[in-house]
């Protein structure tokens, strides 16, 4: 079946710009996370879904950054006003969902690589 | 504090023979999972072997194997028979039961030379 997709795969912004990246996680997967990685650092987590609802958003860096994911398919991370220092590589990836107690495998997109001029 | 340590850059390995990728992890969780994630000049993260803690045996995959070592909180990753596409970015990482994040290491670079 197919996998995680996102898209853009490459977004060139302004800063101050607002932007929107999108998600669409591997069919019947209820979790979904975002996570950024910036140049020679691993990724980091930034909010996590069960379903439609953010479970755990305490990786956002700022109120800057919203995500949504309104029929608990596809997500979209938005972005305002847009810094130099979102520069990164934008992941995101889900996995089956079934509960905090379960520590599961989560299958990683391709990315959006974006940049702030 | 850091929860996973990979203190390995960058690693030469000549094609066809074994190279290990060292991680270190500190968690007070007593459940928690492993994960080692490749990551191509193409930027995608894949998914290699997963080593949960009460896991009495340590994990394979084909050519990669995961050696755990609870009490010294190690988990290296062992590829055997390098080929020249293994040449990656290699990430360990963690997820603790109580969380949902995971938790990654800085990576390794590995290149395979022929």
């Known amino acids: 079946g197919a996998g995680v997709s996102q898209t853009p795969s490459n977004k060139v912004t302004e800063k101050g710009k607002y932007v929107e990246l999108r998600c669409d996680p591997i069919?019947?997967?209820?979790?979904l996370y975002w996570y950024r990685q910036s140049l020679g650092q691993g990724p980091e987590f930034l909010i996590y879904?069960?379903?439609?609802?953010?479970?755990?958003d305490s990786g956002l860096p700022n109120d800057r950054f919203f995500a949504v994911r309104p029929e608990g398919s596809v997500s979209t991370l938005k972005i305002q006003r847009t810094e130099r220092g979102d520069s990164a590589v934008y992941l995101c990836?889900?996995?089956?969902?079934?509960?905090?107690?379960?520590?599961?495998?989560?299958?990683f997109g391709p990315g959006t690589r974006l940049l702030v001029l | 504090a850091q929860k996973i340590t990979q203190t390995q850059p960058g690693m030469f390995v000549q094609e066809k023979e074994a190279v290990t990728l060292d991680c270190t992890y500190d968690?007070?969780?007593?459940?928690?999972?492993l994960f080692w994630y490749k990551q191509p000049s193409s930027g995608e993260m894949i998914f290699l072997i997963y080593?949960?803690?009460?896991?009495?045996q340590n994990a394979t995959e084909g050519r990669y194997s995961l050696n755990f070592q609870k009490a010294r909180k190690s988990a290296n990753l062992v590829i055997s028979a390098s080929q020249l596409g293994d040449s990656a970015m290699y990430f360990c990482?963690?997820?603790?039961?109580?969380?949902?994040?995971?938790?990654f290491g800085k990576g390794t670079s590995l290149l395979v030379t022929p």
């Open positions: 080593q949960g803690s009460y896991d009495q």
């Open positions: 968690t007070s969780d007593p459940s928690y999972g």
């Open positions: 069919s019947g997967h209820t979790a």
């Open positions: 990836a889900s996995s089956p969902g079934g509960g905090p107690m379960r520590v599961e495998t989560q299958y």
């Open positions: 990482a963690m997820r603790e039961v109580s969380g949902y994040a995971l938790n």
């Open positions: 879904f069960q379903g439609t609802g953010a479970a755990d």
